[in-house]
């Protein structure tokens, strides 16, 4: 398990890092199974706290993605075109989504780890 | 609450991730469906599908019996041989896809019946039985274990004491395997992934030691245990509908590509026949096609498929291919559509994405040397 110490999380299993990176939990991508493609934001596009900003498909199922806090897109994930695999197999590091500046978060819920750990527990 | 086959534990001890199908709480995956795909086309995987139905039907109409309730001609099978045949209702619409199989006694067949469809199948075949026939639902005593790809003979061929080589495709042997002690298992050339492979048919009791004997013995040859998400995209790679999603009773054999099962001329006339003969003269109503998309993106089940900004389609199955590397499907259309071959588009989500018509099916074995 990775030092989680930095990152904050939602209830739909996205995080954000102290650095404003986002990405999907260890949780979510076991539950989604093997992600075969990513539809993520253009850089530039402005995200409020909660709002869709994409869909993560895997062999089962495609799902949304939201926004943990809000902010300003700088930067995506480009090596999971060729490479989605990369969030099943390093969803807080090589695996993660998006970058953020301006961070905003107004609206935002998020969770401290220990809070997210009961979210997912019992499941 | 769903029901449990006799492996359930075991899937559970290797750590299987459970879903619910047609009833049945089965192994979606153990380690990811990349990785069990991958097994099965390079070296070989292990199914459980003790959720199938099995049927034995009997006696001296059990043969005229079958040839009324399926479309494929059962009157060929010598003993010890299967066919892939559909079931139509009057109407020519598909009750399931099942493989009939001949036993070593003459009059004796064996029927495979989809899970989900087993209750109304089984009224279905009660209710249109003809005289001196027996049936019988054995699915509650019966284990199904399938072994598949290319490294499958080779895992089986130390266990038992008959040359497999021999084993012809569609054909099945009864056979003691090695470590299953006092079982004889029903070992047949068949499966559901589009690799050479076998499936095996052993009393409830003893599917567990069969299992395990698999396992360890395959574990050299780098043999997986395989969930219902590796079966479907190997099913849908090589081109195998499934029924619920690709067939229902809505839908005819012709239009789905399985024309070839039919055999009106078979000296029986199966149920629906009339009604078939007139879908084979003026063509089907729509054709299945199948989609190779050009990116990643999955068309799935239910989503709309068009031809130059025009409806054109409806998908039936949609998944990621791992062995083409792009997303692939299948898919209803019009005839004059499919004869077109022209490039389609699958609405996902509100954006168009580009799908070429290719033949069916996606991926073909390589020939064995």
Known sequence: MPDLSGYRFTASHEWVDGGSRVGITDYAQAQLGDVIFLELPEVGRSLSAGERFGVIESVKAASDLYSPVGGRVVAVNTALVDSPEKVNADPYGDGWLLRLEDVDETGAELLDVDAYAKVTEGH | ?369
């Open chain 2, 1 to 369: 609450m769903a029901l449990r086959t006799p492996l359930y534990d075991r899937h559970v001890a290797l750590g299987a991730r459970m879903v619910e199908f047609g009833g049945w709480d089965m192994p979606l995956q153990y380690s990811s469906i990349r990785d069990e795909h991958t097994a099965v086309r390079e070296r070989a995987g292990l199914f459980d599908v003790s959720h199938m139905g099995r049927v034995t039907v009997a006696g001296e109409g059990a043969l005229e019996s079958l040839q009324r309730l399926v479309s494929n001609d059962v009157g060929r099978l010598q003993p010890r041989q299967s066919l892939y045949t559909v079931m139509c209702n009057d109407g020519g619409g598909i009750i399931d896809d099942l493989i009939v199989g001949a036993a070593a006694s003459a009059g004796v067949y064996h029927v495979v019946v989809n899970a989900a469809t087993r209750e109304k199948d089984v009224a279905w075949m009660r209710a249109h039985l003809g005289s001196g026939t027996s049936f019988d639902d054995v699915s509650a005593e019966t284990g199904l274990i399938a072994l598949q790809g290319p490294r499958a003979i080779d895992i089986l061929q130390p266990l038992v004491d008959a040359d497999l080589s021999a084993l012809r495709a569609f054909t099945m042997a009864e056979l003691r395997v090695s470590g299953v002690p006092s079982r004889v298992c029903e070992v047949s050339r068949t499966g559901y992934t589009g690799e050479d492979g076998f499936e095996l048919y052993v009393d409830a009791g003893a599917v567990g030691t069969l299992w395990d004997v698999l396992l360890e013995a395959g574990a050299a040859e780098g043999l997986r245990p395989c969930g219902l998400g590796a079966r479907d995209t190997l099913r849908l790679e090589a081109g195998l509908r499934l029924y619920g999603q690709d067939m229902d009773e809505s839908v005819d054999p012709y239009s789905c590509g399985l024309g070839w099962t039919v055999k009106l001329d078979k000296g029986v006339a199966c149920i629906g026949a009339e009604v078939l003969r007139g879908i084979k003269e003026t063509g089907p109503p729509r054709r299945m096609v199948g989609l190779r998309m050009s990116g990643r993106d999955v068309a799935r089940h239910g989503m709309s498929v068009f031809r130059e900004g025009e409806p054109a389609g409806e998908v039936t199955s949609g998944t990621y291919s791992f062995t083409l590397g792009c997303g692939i499907a299948t898919a209803y259309v019009a005839p004059e559509v499919a004869a077109s071959r022209q490039p389609l588009s699958v609405d996902i989500r509100g954006s168009m994405a580009r799908a070429e018509q290719v033949p069916l099916p996606f991926y073909k074995r390589p020939p064995t040397a």
